[in-house]
């Protein structure tokens, strides 16, 4: 018997390094982009990137949790806007008090998501599908709902909010979403459903076999991936001081991959990075800004990002493979 | 062809599975390749098979020096594998699957009418009995490797590697694959074979090459001048030792009753009565239903007929997660890569999965240092190899890996134990510890379930056995631990079962 922890083990090392090699690009992107253009480290710039950032983590956090049992969430946009609509019809109609509002709306967040993972367990079709179908099911019923018409009239409070600036640059949906990272971190690192998710995406069948209850933790990761997409679509209404049913849908879709696939948590299922999906929704802020700083067009935006999933995609498959000779 | 492996050596980051290592197999014998686990076997086979690339040292085939890049360059060299894991598409015809790599074409289709020729030609050698258009799902783990010597033979294979062909194929499957064996070996084929099956072994091979730690401890010996007890010293290092589980310990209360027990498998008419402190040996050949039975139990099959007492209460057990937090049954899966383990994680959360609601705190966290501590005396007790607890479990050996699918278990503390084949692919220094660690289970007041087709380790772990056959309990008797009267006792109620069933089928017939 020698259990000793001297060595790292080969995984180990493998598990850090995609994060450190994401923090030297993102690190090395903002100073191309500030030294190119100075206001791009402008106070200014920097709140309202943080701002978009606390969305990008948010919605990057809600693929996560779904990733993290081995499935996907297509509806994480879909999800968003339908807690951003009825927030807005919340306190403009009903004229609901704000935090009441956005509880409420968080919850129709969770709703959702239990209806996706209720779904899923329920039917044994995989989450792909049910997604794709709910995404669909969900804007679509609110399209209907709301004739697709903004809610304009809300309490002032909200955009006040949204342009609050803590020690001048950053936002509070920044610090939100930080505080969901460290609940998060805590959850998937020390506590019994987190630790019980990934045992149930790495392996269904053995977790299910040593006493872990799968169905309920798939519904528990849809819950809370539903959540979370409500509370980003709330950054969003506080940011524009309206509820807009433009907001999330398929927008949201390729930024909520990348955040935690870039991050290096497994599409498989097994292993979430929080730090990661915090960074790898970093790299799509710093891009998304910057690129509009040196004046290209959004339209390249599009394919850099598409660029970065499949790179990302690739190299997990190569460490995988890597991995794989290694024992 | 003469395959010669010359000083080969390969390292890993944590060990050397391979230090200068030489031997040869020659066409038209079968060479033995024996060592414990993680005796650098597999290693060496996948460096044969072009997988692994060795550190040092050159391979050679018929004296010409030959290096492999990728499976693929091994295959079109000659050298086939049937590996333990199967390699067949299910939902391919075994046809299909024959001729995967290189189908026949027409004008840039596939001709299926050339392929089932070339595959029957094929099975023509091996078992006429399986037919080339049948769904390899439908195959029998025995029939469905005699496929994979097929698929093998179809390249040409002059080099025939087997890794544990007989591990999960019932007594008379064997037979009929040694029979393949012999018609390969008389083909000129160059046999490898792996198993730790000793007597299996010495029957079938001509040569045996052992491994131990990574070194060659005996090259290409005749077996004729081979002792079994040679070997196992070979192998392990001294002298074979038996499990020490004196029985007779006091048996307690009853701890899980089946009475009148049908399932959703097939299960009908099951009775079966489980005390404390005893080991009760649940005897049968694969498919007999054993495995499927003890499922049952945990909830994971359905249970539709009968009643379930665990203690003196009745149970309904809808799952697992119940059969362990209400009821303290636990049930070691003789799939242990599929069902045992989770590969991808630690050997600490793989051991700690049982208890994680037990040892949390109110807020539902796991301090990690009370999650090691509460790790640390199963890892210890086991004996279980690793450089680190963080681990990831795929590191660990086969021997290693079985610990820690019975450690989960130990640390769960769970009343009712149901062990399935603990030892399958297990070497024997690690099958003997593991004996005495089931027979101390026992002795600590657990109710330990026994599934296993190892006769040897059935008569030498349980009180009493039950033969199982097709479904049903087919017999009961008290074990005295004397080889002779228990297999006598098994295979006598196998055959008068098999016997009750012919009867039934014909009279079916005559009706």
Known sequence: ?327 | MRLSIVNVSKTFPSVKALDDVSMEFAPGEVHALMGENGAGKSTLLKIVTGLYRPDAGLLKLDGELVEFFSPRDALAAGIGAVHQERNLVPRFSVGENILLEHPPGRRGFIDYGAIYDRARVLLELLDPGIDVRAEVATLSVAQMQIVEIAKALSLNARVLLLDEPTASITDHEAEALFKVIARLKAEGVAIVFVSHKLDEVLTISDRVTVLRDGRVMASGEAIAEMSRRRLVSLMIGREERIADVAGGAKQGKVALELREIATSYGHSGINLRLHEAEILGLYGLVGAGRSELARSIIGDGRITGGAICVGDRPARIRNPNEALRRHRIGYVSEDRKGEGLVLSHSIVSNIAVTIWRRIATRLWLIPPVVERNAVTPQVQRLAIKSFSLDQTVDTLSGGNQQKVSLAKWLAAKTDILLIDEPTVGIDIKTKVELHELIAQIARDGAAVLLISSDMAEMITLADRILVMHNFAVVGEFVNDRIYENGSEAIMSAIHAAEKDRKHLHDRAAIA
């Open chain 1, 1 to 327: 018997m020698s259990t000793t922890d001297l060595a790292p083990t080969p995984r180990a090392r493998f598990e850090i390094a995609p994060q450190l090699g994401l923090a030297i690009i993102v690190g090395l992107l903002v100073v191309v982009f500030a030294w190119k253009q100075p206001g791009f480290v402008s106070s200014f710039n920097l709140f309202g990137m943080g701002r978009s950032l606390a969305v990008d983590v948010t919605v990057g956090f809600s693929q996560m949790a779904v990733l993290a049992t081995g499935g996907m969430n297509l509806a994480v946009g879909s999800i968003g806007v339908c807690s951003v609509m009825f927030a807005g019809y919340l306190m403009q109609d009903l004229g609901l008090p704000v935090p009441l509002a956005f509880l409420l709306a968080v919850m129709l967040g969770g709703l959702l998501g239990w209806l996706n993972g209720f779904t899923i367990v329920r039917s044994g079709v995989n989450a792909f599908i049910v997604t794709l179908a709910s995404a669909n099911l969900y804007s679509g019923a609110m399209l209907i709902l709301t004739k697709a018409q903004p809610i304009n009239v809300l309490p002032p409070i909200v955009s006040s909010i949204g342009s609050y600036e803590i020690l001048g640059y950053a936002s509070p949906a920044l610090v939100v979403a930080l505080v969901i990272g460290l609940a998060l971190y805590v959850f998937y690192r020390y506590s019994v459903p987190g630790k019980e998710t990934l045992m149930a995406g790495a392996n269904a069948r053995a977790a299910s076999m040593s006493g872990i209850a799968v169905s309920r933790s798939i519904i528990l990761a849809h819950v809370l991936s539903g959540v979370l997409a409500g509370v980003a679509g709330l950054m969003v209404v506080a940011r524009v001081g309206a509820a807009m049913p433009a907001v999330g849908g398929e927008d949201w879709l390729l930024p909520s991959f990348l955040a935690p696939v870039l991050g290096g948590t497994a599409l498989a299922g097994g292993f979430v990075s929080v730090v990661g999906t915090f960074l790898g929704a970093m790299l799509v802020t710093v891009i998304r800004s910057g690129l509009l700083f040196v004046n290209i067009s959004n339209f390249w935006l599009q394919l850099f990002l598409g660029l970065f999933l499949l790179a990302a995609v690739l190299a997990q498959r190569y460490r995988g493979l890597f991995r794989m000779r290694l024992t």
